[in-house]
């Protein structure tokens, strides 16, 4: 009989949950008040830390507090979460070296969300960066409820990892949605890029 080589046979993959974010992001952030750390899908612990985490970008505990103000203090459905989440860091990923962005103190949607609608040097489709500047402006709005409805002294300690906001106008002087609309009812004049094209399955990171 042939043994089986056991170091050839594949691990199984960690299934994380919240508290193994203890030792990647400041305490504050766990202890955040009115959110519920059980309460939140695990995927988003798999996808924070397999994927956000292991690129070492500057905008990881932004969006591990992100993920638990949406679910667990605005009370967005788990699939719409999961949604937001690799849109902003996948868009990230790519705008702030571009745009020479060291921290996240240096991202300033004012100035960048348009500059990237129209910057060329990128090949993302209408519908990209349509749902980036939708994905951002919901997510930040969300994220200012939340800081919003904190003390003055916990306002403070939070505001590090809130999202600025998109002035209204400009997000509505920017938006093209109703092109990218239009171009859904008429393929054959807009080639849309697929959704499972531009952002990564929550499914590819789980066990």
Same mark, same amino acid.
Request: no cysteine; glycine share 2%.
């Given at each position: ?9 594949? %691990? ?6 919240? !508290? ?13 008040? %009115? @959110? ?26 932004? *969006? ?10 605005? +009370? ?6 999961? &949604? ?15 745009? +020479? ?6 991202? %300033?949607?004012?100035?960048? *969300?348009?500059?990237? @609608? +129209? ?13 980036? @500047? ?9 994220? !200012? ?13 939070? =505001? ?9 106008? #400009?997000?509505?002087?920017?938006? %093209? ?6 171009? =859904?009812?008429?393929? +054959? ?15 590819? &990171? #789980?066990?």
């Amino acid at each position: 009989m042939v043994k089986s080589d056991s170091s050839r046979e594949p %691990r199984p993959r960690k299934r994380y949950q919240w !508290q193994d974010l203890q030792e990647l992001v400041s305490p504050a952030i766990l202890s955040a008040p %009115r @959110l519920d750390w059980n309460q939140m899908d695990h995927r988003y612990f798999q996808y924070l830390i397999r994927t956000v985490h292991a690129d070492s970008v500057v905008w990881f505990e932004h *969006l591990v507090l992100l993920a638990a103000v949406m679910e667990t203090y605005i +009370g967005l459905d788990p699939s719409t979460v999961a &949604k937001y989440l690799p849109n902003l860091h996948v868009r990230w990923r790519v705008l702030f070296p571009a745009y +020479g962005l060291t921290s996240f103190a240096d991202w %300033r949607p004012e100035e960048h *969300l348009p500059h990237y @609608l +129209g910057d060329m040097q990128f090949p993302d489709t209408l519908h990209t960066r349509e749902e980036f @500047l939708r994905a951002y402006t919901v997510t930040a709005e969300h994220s !200012q409820a939340y800081w919003r409805a904190l003390p003055k002294a916990e306002q403070a300690i939070y =505001q590090q990892w809130t999202l600025p906001l998109v002035p209204k106008h #400009l997000a509505k002087q920017y938006s %093209r949605r109703t092109e990218v609309l239009a171009a =859904q009812k008429d393929r +054959g004049n807009v080639k849309l890029m697929p959704s499972h094209h531009i952002l990564p399955k929550f499914e590819e &990171k #789980l066990i």
